[in-house]
């Protein structure tokens, strides 16, 4: 076992890799192909989102013509994954001012804070989602200081929110590239929830991107994805997008995690992040911590990959980051199926901290992170 989780990776005997080019070649037969996915887009119409409930078994689109509609699709899940939030938050903001029917600036801008209320009470531990809809005001102000014309401060929204999206499929490249080079070739690589393009505008992702990133380096790569209890993001949509992307994907329970990495089947661990603290303290979806803790263990390298919009500087360490509480009913059920008895209560925080020790590096979209982050991660945004 290797003393330094920091260190080289590449030690696996690539077990998934050579095992996975026939379920590969399977999953190519039973019709699902095209690469480019596309999670969040703008139209003429409204915000076209895929509904992420529903995969893998539905590829369905929803096309989503309000601000409210778009705040009830990042509460219920339609669309999730920080910087998915976030892009989908600015569209949201830019198609409810759209449609807003005030003749003058100051109604205008009582409408606008409306609605970015709304939009911040939609899930509180992604700091993408109040990235953008700061990022949204700051456009609110400079239009409205440049003129008092309600249609052109409404373009000026329109188009900061397509910025946005477009940012975020240029970031997510960029982490792909840096994370990329710290990715041997025939590398395992695990990963926890989704961090991929569904998880963001499209395209590459976060934790995904690394993957992506590392393939299109030309290094062959293998990826082995938690299930993600309780809402299945791993086994769902990591399965699905990673499949869809040929790129080799086996799928295990949570509890698995610490079996195959003894039996020295995974390289490096990548995962997303929905804050990452001052110090390097990353919240990501929950069972992430217990994976980090496994990775030091077996002398493994956890990376955090995720833009630096998902810093948040006014943070300083992870215990200030709040911690989503979803339904219990998604742990005491699958879909209508309860798998508890009644009545048996259940907790299900959304989110854990992994604390800065147990992280190799942070990869974002303007370099690698190390420790120590509080320097390291400032030196970042900040550039
Ligand atoms: O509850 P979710 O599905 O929104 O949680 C998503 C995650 O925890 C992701 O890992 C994180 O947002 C990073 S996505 C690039």
């Not at 994805?225 to 080799?248: N, V, Y």
Request: hydrophobic share 45%.
């Amino acid at each position: 076992m290797r003393a330094d989780p920091v260190g080289a990776v590449g030690r696996s005997e690539h077990f998934y890799f050579e095992e996975r080019a026939a379920t590969r070649a399977n999953f190519s037969a039973r019709g699902v192909s095209g690469r480019m996915i596309k999670t969040v887009e703008w139209t003429e119409e409204g915000v076209r989102m895929i509904d992420q409930r529903r995969l893998p078994n539905e590829e369905k689109y929803l096309m989503l013509r309000s601000c409210d509609e778009v705040a009830e699709a990042i509460r219920t899940m339609v669309v999730r994954g920080a910087p998915a939030i976030g892009v989908a938050a600015a569209m949201g903001l830019a198609v409810g001012m759209k449609q807003a029917v005030a003749t003058n600036v100051a109604d205008l801008s009582y409408d606008f804070d409306f609605m970015c209320g709304m939009m911040s009470a939609t899930r509180p531990t992604a700091v993408n989602l109040f990235w953008a809809i700061e990022r949204m005001r700051e456009r609110f102000r400079r239009a409205c200081s440049e003129t008092d014309d309600v249609e052109e401060i409404k373009r000026a929204l329109v188009s900061e929110a397509k910025q946005i999206f477009e940012d975020d499929i240029a970031a997510n490249r960029a982490l792909g590239r840096f994370g990329g080079e710290l990715i041997p070739d025939g590398a395992t690589i695990l990963t926890h929830c989704n961090a991929g393009a569904l998880a963001t505008a499209g395209d590459y992702g976060t934790a995904l991107g690394v993957v992506r990133g590392a393939r299109d380096a030309g290094k062959r790569v293998a990826v082995i994805a938690d299930e993600t209890r309780p809402f299945l993001q791993g086994a769902r949509l990591t399965a699905w997008e990673l499949a869809k992307d040929e790129i080799p994907v086996t799928v295990i329970t949570d509890n698995m995690a610490g079996h195959v990495m003894k039996q020295g089947k995974v390289d490096a661990v990548v995962v997303g992040a929905d804050r990452i603290a001052a110090n390097g303290d990353a919240a990501n979806k929950i069972g992430t911590y217990m994976v980090a803790v496994l990775a030091r263990e077996h002398s493994i390298p956890f990376y955090v990959a995720a833009p630096v919009s998902t810093v948040d500087l006014n943070v300083s360490t992870g215990e200030q980051i709040p911690i989503e509480e979803r339904d219990a009913r998604e742990v005491t059920h699958l879909r209508d199926q309860p798998l508890t008895p009644a009545g048996v209560p259940a907790h299900n925080p959304a989110f854990d901290v992994t604390p800065n020790g147990l992280i190799a590096a942070i990869i974002t979209d303007k370099g690698v992170a190390r420790q120590p982050y509080t320097a390291s991660l400032k030196k970042l945004v900040e550039s």
